[in-house]
């Protein structure tokens, strides 16, 4: 079920440790070592946060080459920036009223300057 | 911390009901029981998402009102897209590719008809 792909897409990503071995990805596959490395934690406590990764369908890990590098899969994560693409509309706006906003007051400061200046 | 803002962001976005509100809320403030109405759940438990999502920053509730009228914040949810758009990059490249190979075979595919026409 979508919905249920979206909750598990987004339960993944409520982690930085998952995100940064995602951000890690983006550079290309690598060993569950290799993704291991950078962080202050055991094999098996990286291994777990795979795992939630795998079952989200965020990332998927090779059965074929002996050393099982993981790698970025791209569609669970394009599903929930389309998701989010409805309020990018809704922050776009905001920041257009608030453009508009500062344009009107500076519109007015600049009127009573140059009033104040006859 | 930004990284525990995203977290709770993407913790907040894990539910359905949750992501139900949001989409609600995109079309103008509305109250409590408005938000609970198309729910088949008790009105303590619609309370406790709107407290997560509140917590997240995703949405205030107003004091002054007297029915106290929840609204979208953008802000976090504007920071949880902007975390994704490297992995749009992916995901597009990703296309960008499948697009090429599409491409390729339809030529190789248009070579091998003429060829055989001949």
């Known amino acids: 079920m979508a919905s249920d792909q979206l909750s598990a ?3 993944a990503l409520a982690d930085p440790t998952r995100r940064a071995i995602l951000s ?3 550079s290309g596959e690598a060993s569950v070592t290799e993704l ?3 962080f202050d934690m055991s094999l098996p406590a990286v291994t777990k946060h795979l795992k939630v990764l ?3 369908g965020l ?4 059965r ?3 050393w099982r590098p993981c790698k970025l899969r791209a569609r669970p994560m394009r599903e929930a920036a389309e998701w989010m693409e409805p309020y990018r509309r ?3 706006q905001r920041f257009d009223r608030l453009d508009d906003f500062l344009r009107e007051i500076t519109r007015k400061d600049g009127a009573a300057t140059s ?4």
């Open 9 to 11: 897409t987004f339960a």
């Open 24 to 26: 890690r990805l983006t």
């Open 36 to 38: 291991a490395e950078p």
């Open 54 to 56: 795998q079952r989200a």
């Open 59 to 62: 990332i998927s890990q090779s």
């Open 64 to 66: 074929e080459a002996q």
């Open 90 to 92: 809704h922050w776009e």
């Open 115 to 118: 009033r104040k200046k006859k």
